[in-house]
């Protein structure tokens, strides 16, 4: 029994005219190019025609937002799942090109590898992979598929974890765009990813990303 697929979205374009790394800052919500990136998204799993069983976010503004057209669509409810939230971080309600100059920010950058400044890479991958696993248990065989919206650290990372790579890596070459979708199947004990799509691309243009690092 299970789920056939769990997909991993991320929200849309955050209203952030300062250019703050926002992390876990609560009140930050969608902007108008980020509800019509949300809408992209949802609109794509709509068209896979593929049953929907379960519509999780993560507790923030903007994965509720951008998950709010999938539960449209579908007609279900969100379920809150504070396991996929954005990780903390040392860097939130700072520019970082500002703070990565002041000398006072530089300890933190002692364990890229870690990261030491937010939480461990090998921390996110467990919380997200549990969260993958229990979801994907809750649905019954051939139900349907379970959505996810959570950030781009935390679906990066379970990405790299569960590909078998290295968890440290450089946040300017992650693929997780803006209302992209990362998809995975049970394959006996493990996860396996089968797909990635980008429905809002040609809304990126000028958007401003800067959600973590």
């Known amino acids: 029994m299970g789920a056939s697929q769990i997909h991993l979205v991320r929200h849309g374009e955050v209203y952030n005219p300062s250019g703050v790394l926002y992390g876990r800052i609560p009140g930050f919500r969608l902007s108008e190019r980020g509800e ?91 919380r997200m992979v549990r969260a993958m696993e229990d979801a994907w248990n809750e649905v ?27 968890l440290a890596h450089d946040p300017r070459r992650r693929r997780c765009d803006l209302s992209s979708i990362t998809s995975f199947e049970r394959v006996g004990d493990s996860f396996i990813e089968v797909g990635y799509s980008n429905p809002a691309a040609g809304l990126a243009a000028g958007a401003i990303d800067v959600g973590a690092v």
Request: aromatic share 6%.
């Open 36 to 126: 019509l990136m949300a809408r992209s998204a949802a609109d794509d799993i709509v068209a896979r025609e593929r049953p929907i069983a379960r519509v999780y976010a993560s507790p923030l503004q903007r994965a509720q937002e951008s998950a709010a057209p999938i539960a449209e669509l579908t007609g279900l409810d969100i379920r809150t799942e504070a396991r996929i939230i954005e990780p903390t971080n040392h860097f939130e309600g700072k520019v970082m090109s500002r703070a990565l100059r002041n000398p006072i920010n530089w300890p933190v950058l002692r364990a890229p590898s870690v990261p030491s400044w937010g939480e461990p890479y090998l921390s996110i991958a467990d």
């Open 140 to 166: 019954a065989d051939g139900e349907g598929d379970v959505v996810m919206v959570s950030h781009q650290l935390p679906i990066w990372t379970t990405h790299r974890f569960i590909a078998g790579e290295q």
